[in-house]
């Protein structure tokens, strides 16, 4: 796909929810698109509260940097090149995995994709779900 | 309906979306349940960015204070008994016409919805669809 | 123009610039893209500090509501359809002229231009000549 | 230099353009006056929706703390003397690399200047190309 509509944004949370009811975590997940801003958000029954926040700021990050928030968590750790990074954007940016940034066929980044739910191995495969559909439709 | 699960979300969602088509405004539309929290949020494509966080917030005032915004709006007035009352919770109150409370058969409101991106008219026409739904399945 | 790249936002604040020069009263200017992210920013020598957000944020208030901040300060008025539209968007919405949308051929909104600094009329006088840029471009 | 005008300003970040046109990084740059305020920036076209703040708060890290941003990430550390640095002001404080003070002929901090969009090693030779302007003009 090339471009994060609302359509679009239903599909790929559509697929997380799939992914997420197969592992059995309930799962925030949120759509952004190149501005960086919302498109869709669905909480699924019993998802973590605080989910709500991460999740949509796992999707802001992935698309406003660029990279896949596994890789925030390792630039912005103590020592680490990116120390501080979560504390900028007015504490929007997430430094743990769950959030992967959306690509068209250039490898352009026009979007973003933010889980939120279980470990952080858990939101990254709800969330590698959305991508999927993303890359591969 | 008794309770805002995610299920509920995306019909009252739905239902708001099919009217937006029906009027032609691109509209968001947010859905909160008991706990005045997010369950769902659409942005249609081309809708206005500024409404991302009125709808939301229309969903929480209603959800959060068990009233119509459009009674915000006339108690908020300068004069009237809760004038400012758009000041409080951190900005979150939105003081016009757009959200309404969702009630169970007995009367509780069980959560709210938001809608934003035309004129009040229209944001109440929309949101009453969702609301429709709601009461009557 | 059909787009704000940063080359568009450079046009535009110079033509502001000398607007600003020619009724001699420094200004702040700010233009923002579709997605109301900001694009450029200039605060000409003795311009007021508070400008420096005011002019971001009508940019942004004119871009995310599709509006000239002139209507928002008409339909924001108490008794007004919209009263307390200042107060969403964490006080990012600007009640009060000085910012108009930038469209395409089509009349798409696609992007926002803010300035602040004089009264409201000469804010509106020089946001003025940086539309007049983007549309006939 | 002596004093960050626009006109200053403007030749700095056309400066760190070039330089990011030459490393082909699209980058965000911003510089702040003696008072820590925003005077000019620039998003080059497909440069990162996060470096706009970071590229801002960089300008006043180093402006308001009279020191380069690889500085403050080398004190703000765990362990060392000024941990939680990053904590302060609201948030505004970067501790990674790419934003320098801007001093005058006599050493004395009259500015600052930030960018972001590549690599801390980017990010800082971008910023460089800005005070080498600032300083042999």
């Not at 599909?11 to 698109?33: R, Y």
């Not at 596994?70 to 743990?96: A, C, K, M, W």
């Amino acid at each position: 796909m090339t471009e994060v509509t609302l359509e679009t944004a239903k599909a790929l949370i559509a697929a997380a929810e799939d992914k997420a009811v197969e592992i059995d975590v309930p799962m925030c997940v949120a759509v952004v698109d190149k501005g960086c801003n919302l498109v869709g958000f669905h909480r699924m029954d019993e998802a973590l509260i605080a989910s709500i926040d991460i999740a949509q700021n796992k999707a802001y990050s992935s698309a406003s940097l660029k990279l896949d928030t596994q890789t925030i968590h390792e630039v912005s750790q103590p020592g680490e090149s990116l120390y501080g990074l979560g504390n900028t954007n007015d504490g929007r940016i997430v430094t743990f995995g769950g959030g992967f940034p959306l690509k068209d066929e250039d490898g352009t980044v026009v979007g973003g994709v933010g889980v939120s739910g279980g470990s952080v191995e858990e939101d990254r495969e709800v969330a590698q779900a959305a991508v999927d559909v993303f890359e591969n439709a």
